[in-house]
T-cell receptor, first 110, second 112 residues
Framework: EDKVVQSPLSLVVHEGDTVTLNCSYE??????LLWYKQEKKAPTFLFML????IEKKSGRLSSILDKKELFSILNITATQTGDSAVYLC??????????FGKGTKLSVKP | NAGVTQTPKFQVLKTGQSMTLQCAQD?????MYWYRQDPGMGLRLIYY???????DKGEVPNGYNVSRLNKREFSLRLESAAPSQTSVYFC???????????FGNGTRLTVT
């Protein structure tokens, strides 16, 4: 059975800290892995990682994909209170639909 | 640019009542999806429409029906609501199978 596991489920850090969120997966015929940020309402897209793009960076956020070890990490440096959110990882198999993990709830304290 | 618009934002139903959740996107996307999000369960796919004129079951379709009215609109119907359907419902769309999903702001549904 295809599955996506995120860890930790929640964490609390202080502003300025660096955090690493983990996503491991077991999927038949991997196509892509996506990261989303969810605050109060709609999940918003952060990154998509595929076989042809295993590292992405945008400002203080970056992500890598390890297709051999079947995991991805999302790094946030110099965290701010605005980074507080639930971060969702999703994996899409070829010919299938996105499978979401349960998310990591990040709280950034001032 | 509205993106994906869902109505209503909130709804309370009694067990056995019916209702339709509406979703419309203005991005000319081919594929549309309905998810439910429950605490500790993540996002689970209810139904999807890969293109106008087609609909398919997802992971948790029981108790729901959908209609892809046209390319823009994809509705989700609960014929006889049950307390187990208390959840936050998200509609999403995307252009192709290899592009990211764009989500609406969700509908919080409570069934008493």
């Amino acid at each position: 059975e295809d599955k996506v596991v995120q860890s930790p489920l929640s964490l609390v850090v202080h502003e300025g800290d660096t955090v690493t969120l983990n996503c491991s997966y077991e999927v038949t015929n991997f196509r892509s892995l996506l990261w989303y940020k969810q605050e109060k309402k709609a999940p918003t897209f952060l990154f998509m990682l595929t076989s042809s793009g295993i590292e992405k960076k945008s400002g203080r956020l970056s992500s890598i994909l390890d297709k051999k070890e079947l995991f991805s990490i999302l790094n946030i440096t110099a965290t701010q209170t605005g980074d507080s959110a639930v971060y969702l990882c999703a994996v899409e198999p070829l010919g299938g639909n996105l499978i979401f993990g349960k998310g990591t709830k990040l709280s950034v304290k001032p | 640019n509205a993106g994906v618009t869902q109505t209503p934002k909130f709804q309370v139903l009694k067990t056995g009542q019916s209702m339709t959740l509406q979703c419309a996107q203005d991005m000319n996307h081919n594929s549309m999806y309905w998810y439910r999000q429950d605490p500790g369960m993540g996002l689970r796919l209810i139904y999807y429409s890969a293109s106008e004129g087609t609909t398919d079951k997802g992971e948790v379709p029981n108790g729901y029906n959908v209609s892809r009215l046209n390319k823009r609109e994809f509705s989700l119907r609960l014929e006889s609501a049950a307390p187990s359907q208390t959840s936050v419902y998200f509609c999403a769309s995307r252009e192709t199978a290899n592009s990211p999903l764009h989500f609406g702001n969700g509908t919080r549904l409570t069934v008493t």
